[in-house]
Nanobody, 119 residues
Framework: VQLQASGGGLVQPGGSLRLSCAASGNIFIIHDMGWYRQAPGKQRELVARITRGGSTNYEDSAKGRFTISRDNAKNTMYLQMNSLKPEDTAVYYC??????????????WGQGTLVTVSS
């Protein structure tokens, strides 16, 4: 299973970005998906997660500013980030819990996309 994250870049404080994460490969079904981030010198932390049915949960600083969504038909997840702050600067990783065609369940990670919030 491969996860391809995209959409990162440089944005000014108060700006917006939309991240995408496309899953491909040996996939029977994708269960929960999530976005995590890792700032320089810090541990990776959860930003938001979404179940296959669309239930969501957010890290406190993301609530009200970020929106996680997914398109199950396209095996793709999104993160709409608004009102970005310098402290949102990090590498953003996508994650998915997948059952493959052999009925094995595994956890996959994308390669990360850099988000830099700076004036």
């Amino acid at each position: 299973v491969q996860l391809q994250a995209s959409g990162g870049g440089l944005v000014q404080p108060g700006g917006s970005l939309r991240l995408s994460c496309a899953a491909s490969g040996n996939i029977f079904i994708i269960h929960d998906m999530g976005w995590y981030r890792q700032a320089p010198g810090k541990q990776r932390e959860l930003v938001a997660r979404i179940t296959r049915g669309g239930s969501t949960n957010y890290e406190d600083s993301a609530k009200g500013r970020f929106t996680i969504s997914r398109d199950n038909a396209k095996n793709t997840m999104y993160l709409q980030m608004n009102s970005l702050k310098p402290e949102d600067t990090a590498v953003y990783y996508c994650n998915a819990e997948v059952t493959n065609w052999s009925r094995s369940r595994l956890t996959s990670w994308g390669q990360g996309t850099l988000v830099t919030v700076s004036s």
